[in-house]
């Protein structure tokens, strides 16, 4: 006797059945920052010196210190007025994670390099369900794996904060498409805490609960996202703010790296020696990277995607694009703008798997050579 439909057991999806259409973005994911590790290495090798050099190191130094000793520095000021370089630029989520990793004995830069790992991990898979859902799962793969191997991508390897950045922006889209709001703000937070550029997102789920509000969607769910998502953000620059004594602390101690917002002249003088000099050289590489991105947002905009992805997008680029200083590690503060892949994701969708066994890898290669260079050859922060 067949039983009843009250009868049946209804099987709930476990977290292997979850995960397993996203398995193969994950294991691109893990196989393109092998690759990109080899060719560091390989590069660091015809240097004379050690890869291991370069994954702690730069940025990942002050993220290790933190991890290690907290903000224990004190503030200085030097004799022309500006303050000195200082830890409390960094914000903290990423040596949160390391230093909790430190509890199980784990050290600080392998701490590092596993958080990079797992929450890129979570950043390919955050990446395929935007892209499944949008237009389905191998454009899904597209974008988790375009993200991947996208110019700034080594920092994915290394003890930087981009990955998880990435991964905390790329669900809290996913729970805004999904109308959790709740869920959506308590990411917008985290990311908050990981990066000022987390700013792009908390202007996206800001205006998409506004939108919900006045549509009259979901009760008070959204206005809790929306109340919820600058917290993070307002609370570390506040932090930040009292440990400096100046309500604009965060972006005065800024000064100490020569940084500021100049809306975008740094950028155009750069971009413009390195297309019209007579000798090439990273400037180049990196100014011809630049003029992609910008082509890849109008294209962006040109395609119909959801108003919290274009609003996160084009904040996310202006942020990257208007700094004042580091041109080299343009390509990096770019790698959070995921929603550029789209374009791209939709058009190679249209190729076959062999074109894109060819096309992937190369790029792959291209872009590991590009950090390997400015680290190994360079010396220059990516």
Known sequence: MQPSTLDRVVERPTIATVVRPALPAITLYVFFQLLAFGVLWLLSWKAGVSPGRFVGAFDGNWYLSVAEHGYNQAVTVGPDGLPGENSLVFFPLSPALIALLGLVAIPPLPAALTVSLLAGCAAAWGLFVLGRDLAGPRVGLLMAVLWSIGPGSAALHMAYSESL??????????????????????????TGLTRASGGALVAAVGIAAIVAIVRRQDGWRPWLGGLLAP????????????????PDGWFWLQGGWQMHFDFGSFTWIQVREGLTSNESSWITVTALFVVVAVALQIWAWCTRLPLPW??????????????????????????????????????LAKLPNRALAVVLPAGALVSAWYGAFLMAIVHLNP
């Open 231 to 246: 917290l993070g953000l307002l609370g570390y620059l506040g932090y930040v703010a009292l440990r400096t004594g100046r």
């Open 310 to 347: 274009q609003i996160y997008s084009t904040l996310t680029v202006i942020i990257a694009l208007c700094s004042s200083n580091y041109f080299q590690s343009r390509a990096r503060f770019l790698l959070p703008a995921f929603v550029l892949t789209v374009p791209l994701a939709l058009l």
């Open 165 to 190: 950045l990435v991964a905390l922006v790329a669900w809290a889209l996913v729970a805004v498409s999904r109308r959790q709001w709740p869920l959506a703000g308590v990411l917008t937070i985290f």
